[in-house]
């Protein structure tokens, strides 16, 4: 189990480089979208609607093929037929994507003017759909490079997208003064160089040869999925519409800085581990320690988590201060930790439904999704109208606790695995005290309250030691790091 836990974590780190880029271009262009002269405050708020508009368009167009070939290519051991799946999972993308694009583009005057009230945003409404149809494509060879354990090339190939993205963006933004059509005019340019990069790769691992018969158990598998995954992207977009609809673009451009800082979480280290976890999950699916290693994944899974949540939440607010070019954005800091420890369920719940997967029951999972997506719509219409942004992220958090304890009940049915949930609770319930420790610190002098709540933060793992969380095996591997890596003069690097 070892050997697989430290094969994941290996291919977590390459993967969070191409996760890291990704914020990193976030960062850069952080600054410039929240500067009115070149970006308005609603057309921050219209790019907001637009990436909502994009994650749903993802799961829509794609079917769920994407998924069908994650759980099927370890499934079939000839190569030839491997390369013939791909082939034709790809093609059925393409089948599905491109009639679907075009019957959109056909009706995206009154589908902009249904969104935004005006058509306003037409163009970039068309712009947008050309970016998620190559997108969608886009996402067979990023699947397969996962398969088949390739995070240096799945990592390249991204950065070389997104730095082409980037450097398409500030040339748009700041030089020829594009605005929001020179954001999504930059992203297909980025789409486009991605393409390029992986094309030899992609032609090595295909077999013109396609299979209609293959696509009834795909689409068996993939739909239920897509139908899941809808309705989980709901959760967390569909609130940017109902404070359009009650606020406008205006409080929409807070809320979108919010989830984005928030986001950091979820793409950096969620997206990292989930690329890495989920092709380790099925290739473990028939060893006799796999139970203990989806049990374990999960804990450390949490507490690595909750590191993270505990330092972006603790200094969202000296962050937005630091990134946003207008004070107006400022106000968004508050909504950041409520969406952040969100992100705890959100990432247990990705091992929670292992069951589900490994039996194949995918339409548990969408009933789930499903009533979830209830649940937060729900909670949406009764908080937003009274909280404004921050009553979209609680529902957001409740909705997300919600989501994982129905996913386990059900998955736990399914397929049991002995998770440490006493172990989760500790982790979240020290996590919360010290997060509230630290909110405390918010009236203390810079230096000072950067100092106690970088304290805070680190004194997270010893605090877990009286609740009894680590097992005697694990203080000894802990030790073993401590006096290996301890003398930094006897590290690799300098012998």
């Not at 262009?29 to 500067?35: A, D, G, H, R, V």
């Amino acid at each position: 189990m070892l050997d697989s836990i430290k094969s994941t974590l290996k291919n977590t780190a390459i993967y969070s480089i191409g996760n890291l880029s990704v914020k990193l271009v976030g960062i850069v262009l952080l600054p410039f979208y929240t500067n009115p002269h070149y970006l308005t405050i609603d057309a921050y708020g219209a790019l907001g609607l637009f990436e909502a508009i994009n994650q749903i368009l993802v799961i829509v167009l794609g079917l769920g093929l994407y998924n069908s070939l994650i759980r099927w290519y370890y499934d079939i051991k000839s190569e030839k037929e491997q390369k013939e799946l791909v082939f034709s999972i790809w093609v059925g993308t393409a089948l599905a994507t491109i009639p679907i694009t075009i019957l959109i583009l056909l009706f995206n005057r009154p589908l902009t003017h249904l969104t935004f009230g005006n058509d306003k945003y037409t163009y970039e409404f068309t712009l947008l759909l050309i970016g998620t149809a190559l997108q969608v494509i886009g996402m067979i060879p990023m699947a397969l490079m996962r398969m088949q354990e390739k995070a240096g090339l799945y990592t390249t190939s991204n950065v070389v997208r997104l730095g082409t993205m980037l450097a398409a963006t500030l040339i748009l933004l700041l030089y020829f003064k594009r605005g929001l059509a020179g954001i999504l005019e930059a992203q297909i340019i980025g789409n486009v160089a991605y393409f390029i990069v992986i094309t030899p790769y992609s032609l090595r691992n295909i077999s013109f040869r396609f299979r209609p018969s293959l696509f009834r158990p795909l689409l068996s598998y993939g739909v239920p999925i897509m139908f899941a995954a809808l309705a989980s992207i709901a959760l967390t977009t569909v609130d940017r519409f109902i404070i359009n609809g009650f606020y406008g673009l205006d409080q929409v451009s807070l809320y979108s800085l919010g989830v984005k800082v928030a986001n950091v979480v979820k793409v950096f280290i969620i997206g990292s581990v989930s690329l890495a976890l989920s092709p380790m999950i099925f290739k473990k699916m028939n060893d006799p320690d796999n139970k203990r290693f989806y049990s374990k994944a999960m804990t450390y899974y949490g507490f690595g988590i909750m590191i993270c949540i505990l330092f972006l939440s603790l200094f969202a607010q000296e962050a937005i201060k630091v990134l946003a070019s207008s004070t107006y954005y400022w106000k968004a800091f508050g909504i950041v930790p409520v969406i952040a420890f969100s992100f705890y369920f959100s990432a247990l719940r990705d091992v929670a439904v292992t069951g589900i997967h490994l039996t194949k029951k995918t339409r548990i999972l969408t009933a789930i999704t499903f009533t979830t997506a209830i649940v937060n719509l729900i909670l949406n219409f009764a908080l937003i109208p009274w909280l404004k942004s921050m009553g979209a992220a609680i529902a957001l958090s409740f909705s997300q606790f919600f989501f994982f304890v129905a996913s386990y009940f059900f998955s736990q049915r399914q397929y049991h695995v002995p998770y440490e949930i006493s172990k989760l609770i500790k982790m979240f319930l020290v996590g919360v005290g010290l997060f509230f420790l630290g909110y405390l610190c918010s009236g203390l002098h810079l230096w000072l309250r950067l100092t106690l709540k970088l304290l805070l933060i680190m004194s997270f793992p010893f605090l877990l030691y009286p609740f009894n969380f680590y097992e005697p095996i694990e203080l000894q591997r802990i030790g073993e790091i401590w006096r290996k890596w301890r003398n930094p003069l006897g590290w690799p690097i300098f012998k």
